[in-house]
C-alpha cells in the first residue's frame, strides 16, 4: 500500500508514544520513535516512566482503543500474564457513602498488569509493525520548525548529536516540554494551563496474591472518604501470582516508611477489606513512593497556531489525578483520534496541518468527560488548589444521587460502568432514561420516607 506521508518521529516510547506510533503506520512510509530509555526486551521498570512500579488500570475503553489500534493487543495481553477481571462481579469497589457497589456482571472486562508488561506487550507489537523503528538512548534535546518540515535534534547514548526530519512530529515526552520551548523560539504564545493541586501520594507494595477462600474478589477499591479522611486503598493483580496494594493520600503530610506503618495506615482506610487480604503476607520488596503534585490541562487545543508539523499528545496535553487510572485510556484514545483524523485528510492542500487542526478541534471534547470526571471528585478535598469546576455543587448533588441509583438499579450500574471505564460517553448519565432513574434517587432514602409520608 502506498502511504500519505513519509516519515513521522515520535518522541517517548511509553504509552502515548507507543499507542501513536500504531495509529501512524498505517498513513507513514516510516515511523521512528526516539526514547531516552534503554527500552527493556521485557517486562521490566525503566527510569524515563518512574510511575511504572504503581498500580496502572487499564480501562476497559483504553483496551479497546489498543487493541482497535494494533489487532491482536487484548490477546497477547492476556497470554502475557494480565488477570480477566470482571466489572463488576469481581471487583470490591467500596464508596463511604453507599458501600460496596453490588457485584452486578455490566459486561465489560479488563485485564489487570502491571505498567511494565502492558507497555512492554505494546512495545512489542508496535515493534513488530515493519515501518516503525524503536530507537533507544535517544534524548530529545530540541524540536525545530522554521517554516520547513519540523525535526528533531537528539543525543544518542554514544554522546553523538544527530537530527532527524520529518512530515510530522509528535511530542509523547509526558511533559510537553520540547513544544513549549519551541514555541518559546518561535515567539508564539504558550498554552493556557488548567491546573488542579491534588499533592497525591502513592506508597506501594509488591506482595504475593492473597490466597483465601473467603476472599470473593480480584480486584478492591476503598474510596477516602474526604473532608475528614483523605486516605484511600487499592489492591490489584498483576499476574503471576502477584499484586500490588497502594495507599494514596490526597495532600499528605506523611506517608508510610515501613510495612508496618504501612499495614497501620491501611488500617484506618474506610474499611479493613484490603488490610484484611495482606495482613499476613510479606512484602516482596520495599515500599516504592510517588509523589504527583497536580493535574495538568495544557490547552495546546485552544492555540491560534500549533508550531508546523508538531503535535502533542497524552500526558504532554493533559496529566491526569493518576487515581482515576484514566491516563494511559485516554493517551489510547487520543491515539485513536490521531488515526481517525489522518484517515480524513483526503483533498486537504495541507494535510499535516489539517490533521493538526481536526486533532486539536476534537481533543477537548475527548479530554473533557474524564478530566472533569476526577477534578470534581479532587474538590472534595479542603486542600485541593485551583478553580472549582463551574455547578460544583449540582455536580455533587448528582454524583450522590448517582451512587444511590447505582446500588438500586442494575440499568444504572452498567450505564455507571461504561462510563467510568470511558466505553461510552457521559452524555449517556444525562439521557432521558438514565436521568429519570437516577432522579428517582435523588433524595437520601431516610429523607425519601419522610417525605413519602408528608
Ligand atoms: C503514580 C501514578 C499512577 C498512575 N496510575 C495510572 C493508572 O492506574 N491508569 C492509567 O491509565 N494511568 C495511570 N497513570 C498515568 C499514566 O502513567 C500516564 O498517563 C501515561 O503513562 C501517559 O503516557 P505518556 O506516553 O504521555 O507518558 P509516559 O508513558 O510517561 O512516557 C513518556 C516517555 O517519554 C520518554 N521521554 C521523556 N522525555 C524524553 C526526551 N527528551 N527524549 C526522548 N524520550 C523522552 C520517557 O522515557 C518515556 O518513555 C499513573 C501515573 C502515575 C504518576
Redo the contacts with the bound molecule.
Keep these: 500500500m502506498s502511504r500519505l506521508h513519509q516519515r513521522a518521529i515520535v518522541?517517548?516510547?511509553?504509552?502515548?508514544?507507543?499507542?501513536s506510533a500504531g495509529a501512524l503506520s498505517p498513513y507513514f512510509e516510516e515511523i521512528i520513535v526516539?526514547?531516552?530509555?534503554t527500552l527493556p526486551s521485557s517486562a521490566a521498570s525503566?527510569?524515563?516512566?518512574?510511575?511504572?512500579r504503581?498500580?496502572?488500570?487499564?480501562?476497559a475503553g483504553?483496551l479497546q482503543a489498543l487493541n482497535a489500534l494494533l489487532p491482536g493487543f487484548e490477546r497477547a495481553l492476556a497470554d502475557a500474564g494480565a488477570v480477566p477481571i470482571n466489572g463488576f462481579r469481581e471487583i470490591q469497589f467500596e464508596r463511604p457513602d453507599v458501600g460496596p457497589l453490588p457485584r452486578r456482571d455490566c459486561g465489560t472486562t479488563i485485564l489487570s498488569a502491571s505498567?511494565p508488561l502492558i507497555?512492554a506487550v505494546l512495545r512489542q507489537r508496535v515493534a513488530a509493525l515493519a515501518n516503525v523503528t524503536l530507537q533507544s538512548d535517544?534524548?530529545?534535546?530540541e524540536l525545530v520548525a522554521d517554516g520547513g518540515r519540523p525535526s528533531a535534534r537528539?543525543v544518542s547514548g554514544d554522546g553523538a548529536v544527530s537530527t532527524i526530519e520529518a512530515d510530522l512530529v509528535i511530542d509523547?515526552?509526558?511533559?510537553g516540554?520540547?513544544t513549549l520551548a519551541l514555541l518559546d523560539k518561535l515567539g508564539l504564545p504558550r498554552p493556557a494551563e488548567t491546573a488542579v493541586g491534588v499533592d497525591?501520594s502513592?506508597t506501594t507494595a509488591l506482595l504475593p496474591w492473597p490466597a483465601g477462600e473467603s476472599r470473593d474478589w480480584e480486584l478492591a477499591a476503598t474510596h477516602a472518604d474526604p473532608p475528614a479522611l483523605t486516605t484511600a486503598a487499592i489492591l490489584m493483580p498483576t499476574g503471576e501470582g502477584r499484586c500490588l496494594v497502594t495507599l494514596s493520600e490526597h495532600h499528605a503530610s506523611t506517608r508510610p516508611q515501613t510495612w508496618d506503618e504501612m499495614l497501620a495506615a491501611l488500617r484506618r482506610v474506610k474499611t479493613q477489606t484490603i488490610y484484611n487480604a495482606v495482613r499476613h503476607l510479606p512484602p516482596l520488596e520495599g515500599l516504592r513512593h510517588?509523589v504527583?503534585d497536580e493535574s495538568c490541562w495544557r490547552h495546546f487545543e485552544r492555540l491560534e497556531r500549533l508550531p508546523d508539523g508538531v503535535l502533542p499528545?497524552?500526558?504532554?496535553l493533559c496529566?491526569?489525578n493518576?487515581?482515576y487510572?484514566?491516563?494511559?485510556?485516554?493517551?489510547a484514545l487520543q491515539a485513536k483520534l490521531l488515526r481517525d483524523s489522518l484517515g480524513r485528510l483526503a483533498g486537504e492542500a495541507d494535510p499535516i496541518a489539517a490533521l493538526q487542526r481536526q486533532f486539536m478541534t476534537e481533543v477537548g471534547p475527548l479530554l473533557l468527560a474524564p478530566w472533569g470526571m476526577g477534578v470534581n471528585a479532587d474538590f472534595a478535598y479542603p486542600g485541593t488548589r485551583g478553580e472549582r469546576p463551574e455547578r460544583y455543587d449540582e455536580s455533587r448533588q448528582f454524583e450522590a444521587a448517582l451512587f444511590r441509583a447505582v446500588v438500586a438499579d442494575p440499568v444504572v450500574q452498567t450505564a455507571f460502568s461504561d462510563v467510568i471505564q470511558l466505553v461510552k460517553p457521559f452524555e449517556l448519565l444525562q439521557s432521558p432514561d438514565i436521568q429519570r432513574r437516577i432522579e428517582a434517587h435523588a433524595q437520601p432514602p431516610a429523607d425519601r420516607i419522610q417525605a413519602s409520608a408528608g
Design positions: 518522541i517517548g516510547a511509553g504509552m502515548g508514544g507507543l499507542s526516539l526514547d531516552r530509555d525503566r527510569a524515563g516512566t518512574p510511575q511504572d504503581h498500580p496502572h488500570g487499564l480501562l483504553g505498567r507497555e535517544c534524548r530529545v534535546t537528539f509523547a515526552s509526558g511533559r516540554a520540547l497525591i502513592y510517588f504527583l499528545i497524552a500526558d504532554s496529566r491526569f493518576p487515581i487510572g484514566q491516563g494511559m485510556t485516554v493517551a
